[in-house]
């Protein structure tokens, strides 16, 4: 289901910088301002995702049906959608959807798999979504080539497979996987109390240093951006830069998984940013440089979600009982996303106002500077009693 629905998301990822930013012509601050949204109205509901879904015992499939479906809707109105503040609706809309899916749809990961292999189960599931987001660039790069409206004929190819995987979670995803009301599960569903959250053990370091790296990790679409305009890619290659990042997260993922229930998942997570923050510096060192520097910068930034991405669930699983998963996974959710969402609209108005190195370059010493408190704040601990697991180390 994830890879379906991924085809179709990264189809639009794939076109929307380049098509917002030569064809509509909208500076990078406005592109920063849309770009934020995009994922800050996501991040804001997902607490209310995850409230959902835990709430009455678990409805966590129910949530995440009724995310993908409104998702799944807004890709035809891209279609009706030219000016800015219609295209920022929409794509609010369907940020909308991707905050109620996320938290139920990983609670259901975490509460179907042992405690020892949920890194495993991560990465396997972002192996999955990864497949996804290397074939829509691709599918978006051949319609651009073959149809006479190409970004119409885009949106319209993505809301059909974006249907299929509504289906394919509606008819085939199990919704009771396990669980929601078993062992560890013993804090009661209701309304969601962040101060309690954050005093379970390890949480509240998990969230604040999901917060304090996410104000210095540059969106995906400026990231292509960038490489676009200081390696000098050519306009029609631009789709196809997303692949080497979706290559890289697709082939590393299952592995870091693994190798994070091995070493620890806080220090895993914490040698993805130093992937990322390698990749900054090359494209800061060798702007106009040869292909090789282009697929290296990829490389890390892929490296740096397969490191990243699934390993800090698992690892906030590893901390919050069964009822209150997906509360858990959404509340440090929301903190990381609503700290990218503040980077793209400082790093927008940084380039806009001197220029797109200079802009990279703060996001790279921002980068410096909270890398080592974020290693000192992670540093082991071991759960009390109260953890959700025998496995305590998270």
Known sequence: ??????????????????????????????????????????????????????????????????????????????????????IGAVLALDRTGKGLRTAPRDALISLATPPERRGQAFGVHRAMDTAGALCGPVLAFLVLGVAAEGYDAVFTVSACVAALGVLVLVLFVPGRPGGVGTAGSATPSGPLRAPALLRMPGLPRLAACAVLLGLTTVSDSFVYLLLQRRFEVPAQWFPLLPLGTAAAFLLLAVPAGAVADRIGRRRLFLLGHLALLVAYGLVLAVPGGPPPAVVAVLVLHGAFYAATDGVLAAAVAGVV???????????????????????????????????????????????????PIAIAALRPFSCPSTCPSRHRTT
């Open 1 to 86: 289901m994830s890879l379906i629905t991924d085809v179709s998301a990264e189809m639009i990822t794939a076109v929307l910088p380049l098509y917002l930013v030569s064809g509509l012509g909208l500076s990078p601050l406005g592109f920063g301002v849309l770009d934020g949204v995009y994922n800050g109205v996501g991040a804001l509901v997902r607490l209310a995702g995850g409230q959902l879904a835990d709430g009455g015992g678990g409805r966590h499939k129910a949530v995440a049906v009724a995310g993908y479906g409104l998702s799944a809707l807004c890709k035809p109105l891209l279609l009706v959608a030219h000016t800015l503040p219609v």
């Open 321 to 371: 009982p069964d009822a209150m998963r997906a509360r858990g996974l959404a509340l440090v959710g929301t903190g990381q996303a609503l700290a990218r969402f503040a980077c793209s609209i400082g790093f927008g108005a940084a380039w806009t106002a001197w220029g797109d190195g200079p802009a990279l370059a703060l996001a790279t010493a921002g980068l410096v500077v909270s890398t």
